[in-house]
DNA sequence: AAGACGAAAGTGGTTGA
DNA sequence: TCAACAACTTTCGTCTT
């Protein structure tokens, strides 16, 4: 789903190597790293995922370069042994001339604070994913994300650690990828409450639309979390569908829904969770799974023959 | 003994005056 | 800015397997 598909020069430099990020829903110039458009619209993997491990096998379609390294992963390093490649000692000049290039390579790259702190930024990125456990696509999104609000001197007053959380957060709702506010806040060492504070700040500030979660993104996360077979995973996709198209949704948390079409499925298929379990892992109580339970089977009239 | 159930009171966030 | 409100949580006693 691509508007606006025009534009072929970025306006800031004049390069006509534009690159389409699908994941980040954006148009975005491969000279300066300026987002030229962000009208694209994604919504993540062109074709069906079951669980974590596929969608980021499948997920890998889109910018060749990475964007978390703060130069884009195209630097090169100068040693510092004074020896060419045979290992031969250099002569006097040649070692000046070495030395000189290390150092202008060495000023081109971290050069300034602002550049220092993004490359701190998109270290913290990684970890922050690494802790996750999120696929590739979802880390460079982030950085996309990370980049654009340093473009737009967003970070002042705000911590590196908050501004980092959030726009993980983000790039997860972006890729359909599950994961709290306080899952991310935990990798984070930030609290709850301040990587809420952050992300509702960068949704406001880069007017970005997040669609909201849909109840079915969740149960590739729940079946993961308990071991649940594929079959499961099926059955309770179509109950939520179900439920979605007799509006039993609407108003209702995403995460209480969809562990109780888990919860459902788990019977109806021998392969029994108690509720407790499918609680913790859905970060809901019990009370609220037992709600939605009840719900989902009187009004689906789902026959529980136990 | 563990799990499921449900009533009642408490909590944090949104909404509308 | 504040109170009303809905969804959800916590807690706890009771019933079921």
């Known amino acids: 789903m691509i508007k606006s598909e025009k534009i ?14 699908y994941e980040a829903g954006e148009l975005v110039c491969e000279g300066c790293g300026m987002v030229v458009s962000s009208e694209l619209f994604s919504y993540g993997p062109e074709w069906r995922a079951f669980n974590l491990e596929q969608r980021e096998k499948r997920t890998r379609v889109g910018a060749p370069l990475t964007w978390t390294i703060h130069d884009k992963g195209l630097s090169t390093i100068i040693d510092w042994t004074g020896r060419d490649i045979y290992g031969r000692g250099l002569k006097p000049e040649q070692r000046a001339q070495a ?5 202008w390579n060495r000023r081109s790259k971290v050069s300034g604070a602002s550049e220092r702190n993004l490359a701190y930024a998109l270290s913290e ?21 990370y980049r654009q609000v340093v473009r737009k001197r967003l970070i002042r007053g705000r911590s590196i650690q908050g501004v980092a959380a959030a726009s993980i957060y983000m790039a997860c709702r972006q890729c359909n990828v599950i994961r709290t506010l306080e899952e991310v806040g935990k990798a984070a060492n930030i609290t709850k409450k301040e990587s ?10 880069l007017e970005t639309r997040v669609p909201p979660v ?33 509006r039993l949704t609407s108003g209702r948390g995403p995460a ?41 089977t009187q009004k689906l009239s789902i026959e529980m023959d136990l």
């Open 8 to 21: 072929t020069v970025c306006p800031e430099c004049g390069n006509n190597d534009l690159i389409r990020d």
């Open 99 to 103: 030395y000189r290039l290390r150092k």
């Open 125 to 145: 990125l990684t970890k922050i994913a690494y802790k996750l456990n999120l696929p590739k696509n979802v880390l460079e999104t982030a950085s996309v994300i």
């Open 196 to 205: 809420g504070r952050n992300y509702r700040f960068l949704l406001r500030k």
């Open 214 to 246: 849909e109840a079915k993104s969740y149960v590739s996360k729940f079946v993961n979390q308990l071991t649940l077979s594929g079959n499961v995973e099926n059955l309770a996709m179509q109950i939520l569908e179900q439920a979605v198209a007799m």
């Open 256 to 296: 209480g829904i969809a562990a109780a079409a888990t919860y459902i499925a788990s019977l109806l298929t021998n392969e029994r969770r108690t509720q407790g379990e499918i609680a913790r892992g859905a970060q809901v109580t019990e009370v609220t799974i037992r709600n939605r339970y009840k719900e989902l």
